[in-house]
């Protein structure tokens, strides 16, 4: 099955200061890939839609420049919690879309990063 | 607006039973639905996919109903086992995925 890394899975950080969350797609190449915040006993709610080589779409209330997001590759995308504050604190989830026979595209979850902010 | 629900937070079921899990939808006519599973401090894995113009889909012991005119799809995990005790989250599928809050499913022994 497809494999996608996501890393750090756990960070702590002192607030004002800023985080990067990496997501690999490892054994496929993948065009799309989206960023995820989850809060506990909550669903996911879709930040942003990152497309290789392209700027990423932001989900309305999701800041862009807060949160940096490049995806410099087909394998590649980051996400940077920029100047942290404790309200940023939440479950981060990456995805890698893949497409399956029949043309179907199925979203590959990375394990998440739980990011605390003191 | 779009709404995903769950039909329970959470589902005790014993083990060795079926359990059954509701995902009803409104304001929405998905070409498809998805199933995901996840468990604590993890990411969702991703379980079935099925097509509006499909009635049922299995894959081993799971079963996924989808029914269009209700806008509802259901989840069973027959024989169920301590393994499966995860939380559940159907998905929605157009331009984006949009998650349900997700059931939180505990097998008991």
């Known amino acids: 099955g497809a494999v996608v890394s996501q890393h750090p899975s756990w960070v702590i950080c002192k607030s004002g200061t800023s985080v990067k969350i990496e997501c690999r797609s490892l054994?496929?190449?993948?065009?799309?890939m989206f960023w995820y915040r989850q809060f506990p006993k909550q669903s996911l709610m879709l930040m942003a839609t990152s497309n290789e080589g392209s700027k990423a779409t932001y989900e309305q209330g999701v800041e862009k420049d807060k949160f940096l997001i490049n995806h410099a590759s087909l394998t590649l995308s980051t996400l940077t919690v920029t100047s942290a504050h404790p309200e940023d604190s939440s479950f981060y989830i990456c995805s890698a879309t893949r497409r399956l026979a029949g043309g179907r595209d199925i979203q590959y979850f990375g394990a998440g990063t739980r990011l605390s902010v003191l | 607006s779009q709404k995903i629900e769950q039909n329970s937070e959470a589902l005790n079921i014993q083990e060795g039973k079926t359990a059954t899990l509701t995902c009803n939808y409104t304001n929405y006519s998905p070409a498809y639905l998805q199933w995901y599973r996840q468990d604590p401090g993890r990411g969702p894995v991703f379980l079935l996919l099925?097509?509006?113009?499909?009635k049922e889909k299995r894959k081993e012991r799971l079963k996924v109903t989808f029914d269009t005119t209700l806008k509802q799809s259901l989840f069973h995990i027959t024989a169920s086992q301590p393994a499966d005790s995860a939380t559940y989250l159907c998905?929605?599928?157009?331009?984006?995925?949009?998650f349900g809050t997700g059931t939180r499913l505990t097998i008991i022994p």
């Open positions: 998905a929605l599928d157009g331009e984006k995925l949009t």
């Open positions: 054994d496929f190449q993948a065009t799309t």
């Open positions: 099925i097509r509006e113009n499909e």
